[in-house]
């Protein structure tokens, strides 16, 4: 047995962002032990960087609002390929999760009766999104960090020891899961990034909630932490991952400078007012308004323009279509030649509102550009440009527990997968990550209270995760040592090149051709120095969890010959209804034990209960679903 | 446009250690951080250095450039003239890690000391009603994104390490501040900020004000305030008097 450091709790959530904060405060308020592992120090995940707001249909900007149209917007925005059941249970619940918030001290800006405000955001009828100027994400993720505090002072007052029922281990990252002979989940092995020494955790439950996978291409809004991890350990330890193809690519991200592209400009901006337009100054999205949002969207400037004061007799502005369709056109008009001096499209608020009210509304951005770019943002307006932002797909989950079919293993947030179907709406992140962190944890809880006995891991599987860590101290062939660091960035350049936001066959099939390659050569990857903080070894174990995931990108972005939200096929332009019903399933077969084969199988989509599909009209419908699926509406029985 | 940038970064670990000179190219636009990655992929892969997400929004990558604490994701090669030699050493206040990380639990500790959020027993969830007005007091110290160079800089802490256990640091000074001005927040501690988490000993130099990076007035409107509150309940007359009277 090689040394390690052992640890026994009832839950160990493995990241703490919003999603595994939640499912901390929920599984210690069931009274359970818990461990939260995070890769950063506490309260620097990447929650932090969500900007524009939490989407709940609150109904305090507009009291129209109400879960149900929450739930319509959100199958559009995924172009009704999402787990029907998340999207309701996340709608009907992102209110409590808010306003809970406020108990645990939260303070989101204001309506002028003192509820809490709400601000318009793409494919969100009405103005939804609580927020905090402009970091709301930060808000979230202190406000919940501050509750587990407060949660550890009540331990204090109880039984002498903050950590008594919740502890931190930060900068700690878990390498793999273990599972006993029945194939439970019997824990979780991982070291410590200080002193590179191992660490056990003996548990029964893991709520996975690691976020995406955006480190795996090139221009990207994720920090380094986002290399797939909670998508690897899910698979390895035998769960299927659901929707890999669809990736969302943010329609504005800075690109310029070349060190800070990639780096995100709220939604917000345009929420507010703010306006896309081309080098010739020409409002372009009013050219992009694709078939299936036809009347949903202002057909003039002038229309879109009067929308922000009044909403019941004027349309949306296209400038807040849904991510995907914003990002698409961009693209399409850089390729065009209509593009800015470095390559975007002009972002321009400063025409739109007074300085100080830019300021007011969105301080980070104006502080970002000023700081980075030397912009001012009240005085010109930005260039922008798509950057890897979100994955949409994930662990598969049963909707009401977030358990996966792993027992013992959960997962919420990003990491999870079908809650936004083929694109995610801005502002349903912050709320997914609430509704579903708080089920994890109770799912967790229900699991751990209703077994009979502990499962345990064999020594033999933590031997065998052991040597898998070390094994790039001591590659298998030192004299073609391979250095981690080149690795990610063919890595990345691949993905970025082939798997991107536009995507042809022949391109994966190249993609696939030189991820093969990278996995042969992340074998040779090989480190120097010691295990003491050394970020190299870091960056050479989580670069085969960034291997897997790609392999499940470009495998599932193979096999579906349609365009769907965050996946757009140059050879296979056109929305098919089929492919609709139809998921792509990614599991692991064999092979290696630390980059195992993965497969990929279409699997069909449990159909929507009656009285949900019965919310939209038949004629929108009609542009999604077969006829078949049709044939019991109300619609089309009258 | 990219040039040779002359690099001295502190290597080593609690035993000790010393400044290594390195030449890395560096680009328009580029940060320091940027340059410290390109030391990493290049020339010194196990260069220790913590960060996260490169817009300064986490706080992670502080450290002394130039004997100055900055964000290194925040501090532009345009700063520096192309023949200066940057400097670049891990926060002194807390002990040494590895290279340019650096133990921080300190902050971590104090946190936990803070009286957390207290709301009116009888208000449910959905219920509050605050002012916009009234939430831009705290909203201002809630914008802290933890980078703890306001803790690092203050020489009560920074000077004399003796006064660690007795003072929890502007931040969380300054978190006391955020609550008792937390519309809804009903607990008092104003006693606690001056016995327990050493607010006496600030001198309002205003050094934490300088480094912070979110360009919060952490000594003008969350300190000032905070001395003035536990003042006019300490060393208000009539108060001590009611008080010497009224005692419970």
């Given at each position: 047995m090689?040394?390690?450091?052992?640890?026994?709790?009832?839950?160990?959530?493995?990241?703490?962002?919003?999603?595994?904060?939640?499912?901390?405060?929920?599984?210690?308020?069931?009274?359970?032990?818990?461990?939260?592992?995070?890769?950063?120090?506490?309260?620097?995940?990447?929650?932090?960087?969500?900007?524009?707001?939490?989407?709940a249909?609150?109904?305090?900007?507009?009291?129209?609002?109400s879960?149900?149209?929450?739930?319509?917007?959100?199958?559009?925005?995924?172009?009704?390929?999402?787990?029907?059941?998340?999207?309701?249970?996340?709608?009907?619940?992102?209110?409590?999760?808010?306003?809970?918030?406020?108990?645990?001290?939260?303070?989101?800006?204001?309506?002028?009766?003192?509820?809490?405000?709400?601000?318009?955001?793409?494919?969100?009828?009405?103005?939804?999104?609580?927020h905090?100027?402009?970091?709301?994400?930060?808000?979230?993720?202190?406000?919940?960090?501050?509750?587990?505090?407060?949660?550890?002072?009540?331990?204090?007052?109880?039984?002498?020891?903050?950590e008594?029922?919740?502890?931190?281990?930060?900068?700690?990252?878990?390498?793999?899961?273990?599972?006993?002979?029945s194939?439970?989940i019997?824990?979780?092995?991982?070291?410590?990034?200080?002193?590179?020494?191992?660490?056990?955790?003996?548990?029964?439950?893991?709520?996975?909630?690691?976020?995406?996978?955006?480190?795996?291409?090139?221009?990207?809004?994720?920090?380094?932490?986002?290399?797939?991890?909670?998508?690897?350990?899910?698979l390895?330890?035998?769960?299927?991952?659901?929707?890999?193809?669809?990736?969302?690519?943010?329609?504005?991200?800075?690109?310029?400078?070349?060190?800070v592209?990639?780096?995100?400009?709220?939604?917000?901006v345009?929420?507010?007012?703010?306006?896309?337009?081309?080098?010739?100054?020409?409002?372009?999205?009013?050219?992009?308004?694709?078939?299936?949002?036809?009347?949903?969207?202002?057909?003039?400037?002038?229309?879109?323009?009067?929308?922000?004061?009044?909403?019941?007799?004027?349309r949306?502005?296209?400038?807040?279509?849904?991510?995907?369709?914003?990002?698409?056109?961009?693209?399409?008009?850089?390729?065009a030649?209509?593009?800015?001096p470095?390559?975007?499209?002009?972002?321009?608020?400063?025409s739109?509102?007074?300085?100080a009210?830019?300021?007011?509304?969105?301080?980070?951005?104006?502080?970002?550009?000023?700081?980075?770019?030397?912009?001012?943002?009240?005085?010109?307006?930005?260039?922008?440009?798509?950057?890897?932002?979100?994955?949409?797909?994930?662990?598969?989950?049963?909707?009401?527990?977030?358990?996966?079919?792993?027992?013992?293993?959960?997962?919420?947030?990003?990491?999870?997968?079908?809650?936004?179907g083929?694109?995610?709406l801005?502002?349903?992140?912050?709320?997914?990550?609430?509704?579903?962190?708080?089920?994890?944890?109770?799912?967790?809880?229900?699991?751990?209270?209703?077994?009979?006995?502990?499962?345990?891991?064999?020594?033999?599987?933590?031997?065998a995760?052991?040597?898998?860590?070390?094994?790039?101290?001591?590659?298998?062939?030192?004299?073609?040592?391979?250095?981690?660091?080149?690795?990610?960035?063919?890595?990345?350049?691949?993905?970025?090149?082939?798997?991107?936001?536009?995507?042809?066959?022949?391109?994966?099939?190249?993609?696939?051709?030189?991820?093969?390659?990278?996995?042969?050569?992340?074998?040779?990857?090989?480190?120097?120095?010691n295990?003491?903080?050394?970020?190299?070894?870091?960056?050479?174990?989580?670069?085969?969890?960034?291997?897997?995931?790609?392999?499940?990108?470009?495998?599932?972005?193979?096999?579906?010959?349609?365009?769907?939200?965050?996946?757009?096929?140059?050879?296979?332009p056109?929305?098919d209804?089929?492919?609709?019903?139809t998921?792509?399933?990614?599991?692991?077969?064999?092979?290696?034990?630390?980059?195992?084969?993965?497969?990929?199988?279409?699997?069909?989509?449990?159909?929507?209960?009656?009285?949900?599909?019965?919310?939209?009209?038949?004629?929108?419908?009609?542009?999604?679903?077969?006829?078949?699926?049709?044939?019991?509406?109300?619609?089309r029985?009258? | 446009?990219?040039?040779?940038?002359?690099?001295?970064?502190?290597?080593?670990?609690?035993?000790?250690g010393?400044?290594?000179?390195y030449?890395?190219?560096?680009?328009?636009?580029?940060?320091?951080?940027?340059?410290?990655?390109?030391?990493?992929?290049?020339q010194?892969?196990?260069?220790?250095?913590?960060?996260?997400?490169?817009?300064?929004?986490?706080?992670?990558?502080?450290?002394e450039?130039?004997?100055?604490?900055?964000?290194?994701?925040?501090?532009?090669?345009?700063?520096?003239?192309?023949?200066?030699?940057?400097?670049?050493?891990?926060?002194?206040?807390?002990?040494?890690?590895?290279?340019l990380?650096?133990?921080?639990?300190?902050?971590?500790?104090?946190?936990?000391?803070?009286?957390?959020?207290?709301p009116?027993?009888?208000?449910?969830?959905?219920?509050?009603?605050?002012?916009?007005?009234?939430?831009?007091?705290?909203?201002?110290?809630?914008k802290?994104?933890e980078?703890f160079?306001?803790?690092?800089?203050?020489?009560?802490?920074?000077?004399?390490?003796?006064?660690?256990?007795?003072?929890?640091?502007?931040?969380?000074?300054?978190r006391?501040?955020?609550?008792?001005?937390?519309?809804?927040?009903?607990?008092?501690?104003?006693?606690?900020?001056?016995?327990?988490?050493?607010?006496?000993?600030?001198?309002?130099?205003?050094?934490?004000?300088?480094?912070?990076?979110?360009?919060?007035?952490?000594?003008d409107?969350?300190?000032?305030?905070?001395?003035?509150?536990?003042?006019?309940?300490?060393?208000?007359?009539?108060?001590?008097?009611?008080?010497?009277?009224?005692?419970?």
């Open positions: 090689p040394e390690v450091e052992r640890h026994e709790y009832d839950v160990v959530v493995i990241g703490a962002g919003g999603a595994g904060l939640r499912a901390v405060i929920e599984a210690r308020q069931r009274g359970l032990r818990v461990a939260v592992v995070c890769k950063s120090l506490f309260g620097k995940a990447h929650t932090v960087m969500a900007e524009g707001g939490c989407a249909a609150m109904g305090n900007a507009n009291p129209h609002d879960w149900q149209v929450h739930f319509q917007d959100t199958m559009r925005g995924g172009k009704f390929l999402n787990n029907w059941r998340m999207a309701e249970l996340h709608a009907r619940e992102a209110p409590d999760r808010v306003w809970e918030l406020e108990t645990y001290g939260a303070l989101f800006d204001r309506t002028p009766d003192g509820r809490i405000s709400q601000r318009n955001f793409g494919g969100h009828t009405y103005p939804r999104l609580a905090v100027g402009d970091r709301t994400g930060l808000e979230l993720i202190r406000t919940m960090q501050q509750k587990i505090v407060s949660l550890q002072q009540e331990d204090y007052a109880a039984h002498g020891d903050y008594a029922r919740v502890k931190v281990f930060a900068e700690c990252t878990i390498t793999e899961l273990l599972v006993d002979e194939g439970r019997a824990g979780a092995f991982g070291y410590w990034r200080e002193s590179g020494r191992f660490v056990l955790f003996d548990a029964p439950a893991v709520v996975i909630a690691t976020g995406g996978i955006g480190k795996s291409y090139k221009v990207t809004s994720n920090s380094w932490e986002y290399t797939g991890d909670g998508h690897a350990l899910a390895r330890a035998g769960a299927a991952l659901i929707n890999m193809e669809f990736i969302q690519f943010h329609p504005t991200g800075m690109i310029w400078p070349p060190s592209k990639g780096i995100l400009v709220t939604e917000g345009r929420g507010d007012g703010g306006v896309l337009k081309n080098s010739e100054g020409e409002r372009f999205m009013f050219s992009y308004i694709p078939p299936v949002f036809k009347g949903q969207y202002a057909e003039t400037e002038e229309e879109a323009d009067r929308w922000y004061e009044d909403q019941e007799n004027n949306r502005t296209p400038d807040l279509l849904p991510r995907d369709e914003v990002a698409r056109a961009i693209n399409s008009e850089v390729k030649g209509r593009d800015s470095h390559g975007g499209v002009y972002l321009d608020i400063a739109r509102m007074p300085a009210e830019i300021v007011r509304r969105l301080p980070s951005m104006h502080h970002q550009f000023l700081e980075l770019a030397d912009v001012d943002i009240t005085k010109e307006p930005m260039e922008v440009g798509p950057t890897c932002h979100y994955v949409m797909g994930g662990i598969e989950v049963d909707p009401d527990t977030a358990a996966a079919s792993v027992p013992g293993l959960f997962a919420a947030g990003e990491c999870s997968g079908g809650m936004h083929s694109n995610r801005g502002g349903n992140s912050l709320s997914d990550l609430l509704v579903f962190g708080r089920r994890a944890g109770i799912g967790a809880a229900d699991y751990v209270e209703g077994l009979t006995e502990r499962p345990r891991a064999t020594d033999a599987a933590i031997d995760a052991a040597r898998t860590a070390l094994s790039p101290f001591d590659p298998a062939a030192p004299d073609s040592a391979e250095n981690p660091y080149t690795l990610h960035a063919e890595l990345q350049q691949s993905m970025h090149d082939l798997v991107g936001i536009i995507r042809r066959a022949d391109e994966i099939e190249r993609a696939l051709a030189e991820l093969a390659t990278l996995r042969e050569r992340i074998r040779n990857v090989a480190v120097e120095g295990r003491q903080f050394n970020p190299g070894w870091h960056l050479a174990l989580d670069l085969r969890n960034m291997l897997l995931v790609c392999e499940c990108v470009a495998r599932a972005a193979l096999l579906r010959t349609e365009s769907r939200g965050g996946h757009t096929r140059d050879d296979h056109s929305m209804a089929e492919w609709r019903r998921l792509l399933v990614c599991r692991t077969d064999g092979g290696d034990r630390s980059i195992p084969d993965v497969t990929v199988t279409p699997e069909r989509q449990q159909p929507m209960r009656p009285d949900l599909l019965a919310l939209f009209d038949i004629d929108e419908l009609g542009k999604y679903y077969t006829d078949e699926e049709l044939a019991d509406h109300p619609g029985r009258s | 446009m990219g040039y040779q940038a002359a690099f001295r970064v502190w290597r080593g670990d609690a035993d000790g010393d400044l290594h000179d030449t890395v190219e560096a680009n328009e636009g580029e940060v320091v951080l940027d340059v410290v990655h390109r030391l990493q992929a290049t010194t892969p196990d260069l220790a250095v913590r960060w996260n997400c490169k817009a300064g929004k986490c706080g992670s990558c502080s450290a450039i130039n004997g100055k604490p900055r964000l290194m994701c925040m501090t532009r090669m345009s700063t520096f003239d192309p023949d200066e030699t940057i400097t670049v050493t891990p926060v002194r206040t807390f002990p040494i890690i590895r290279d990380v650096t133990d921080v639990s300190f902050n971590y500790e104090k946190a936990r000391e803070i009286p957390s959020f207290t009116p027993p009888d208000l449910a969830p959905g219920e509050y009603r605050m002012q916009q007005v009234d939430v831009e007091r705290s909203q201002e110290f809630r802290c994104i980078c160079l306001c803790q690092n800089v203050c020489h009560v802490v920074r000077d004399h390490e003796d006064n660690k256990s007795a003072f929890a640091g502007p931040r969380y000074l300054m006391i501040a955020e609550l008792e001005m937390h519309p809804l927040d009903v607990a008092d501690r104003r006693d606690a900020a001056q016995d327990q988490h050493g607010l006496g000993l600030c001198n309002i130099t205003k050094c934490c004000t300088e480094v912070c990076p979110e360009n919060i007035h952490i000594t409107n969350a300190l000032i305030p905070m001395k003035e509150r536990v003042a006019g309940r300490r060393y208000d007359p009539i108060v001590w008097l009611g008080n010497k009277l009224f005692r419970r």
